[in-house]
């Protein structure tokens, strides 16, 4: 159980094109999804915060009209990256909440999706 | 502001060896803390956490306690295996569960020779 997927796992683009990646819980529902960027040999960044429903919350330093984030359901994020450009180019990952989480509620990751920007 | 600090990999052992990954944290309060470990082709997995000072988590051999006097979070396992090869991070939230933000340190990557 609680398994999150993300689609797709790799993707290469032309710079100036625009990306969409998908995040879904498979078998439950997700009142909170977080997305991460994960740059070669670094750790995981927090880009942002996803609630079903309403407005991303971005990180500081994180430009939302660039990232695009809707959380149009409790099971599906997506993570648009508009006019991507090179140094775009990293792992992106999510993670979901589960809805029914109990009182220690937990983060569920997704494999990620390798971005390559030329 | 919060910060995890981890050793720095690749880290390379013989099977049965011991294993120990170092991890300090910098937090206000009392965070909890976690180790996150990713096989290869495979999403982060939560492999062990800590809620309050002196607890100890442990799973599938792996162990680590919260030390708040040392602010560190040291992940050990007495005999490690080939299928314990993956990067693990630690990290830590400043709420009571992972659901809240978590800030992660930059991972060690460990292998295992058979």
């Known amino acids: 159980g609680a398994v999150v997927s993300q689609h797709p796992s790799r993707v290469i683009c032309k710079s100036g094109t625009s990306v969409k990646i998908e995040c879904r819980s498979l078998?439950?529902?997700?009142?909170?999804m977080f997305w991460y960027r994960q740059f070669p040999k670094q750790s995981l960044m927090l880009m942002a915060t996803?609630?079903?429903?309403?407005?991303?919350?971005?990180e500081q330093g994180v430009e939302k009209d660039k990232f695009l984030i809707n959380h149009a359901s409790l099971t599906l994020s997506t993570l648009t990256v508009t006019s991507a450009h090179p140094e775009d180019s990293s792992f992106y990952i999510c993670?979901?909440?589960?809805?029914?989480?109990?009182?220690?509620?937990?983060?569920?990751f997704g494999p990620g999706t390798r971005l390559t920007v030329l | 502001g919060n910060s995890v600090t981890q050793m720095e990999g690749p880290v390379t052992l013989s099977e049965e060896a011991f294993l120990t990954i170092n991890c300090t944290y910098t937090a206000t309060g009392y965070p909890s803390l976690f180790w996150y470990v990713q096989y290869p082709g495979e999403g982060l997995q939560l492999l062990l956490k800590a809620t309050k000072a002196d607890d100890k988590g442990s799973n599938k051999g792996f162990e680590a306690t919260y030390r708040k006097e040392t602010t560190s979070f040291h992940l050990e396992k007495g005999s490690v295996q080939v299928s314990d090869s993956a990067v693990y991070f630690c990290a830590l939230s400043s709420g009571y569960s992972s659901a809240s933000k978590i800030i992660f340190g930059s991972g060690t990557r460990l292998s295992i020779r058979p």
């Open positions: 996803s609630n079903e429903g309403s407005k991303a919350t971005y």
């Open positions: 993670s979901a909440v589960p809805l029914a989480g109990g009182d220690r509620p937990e983060q569920f």
């Open positions: 078998d439950f529902q997700a009142t909170t």
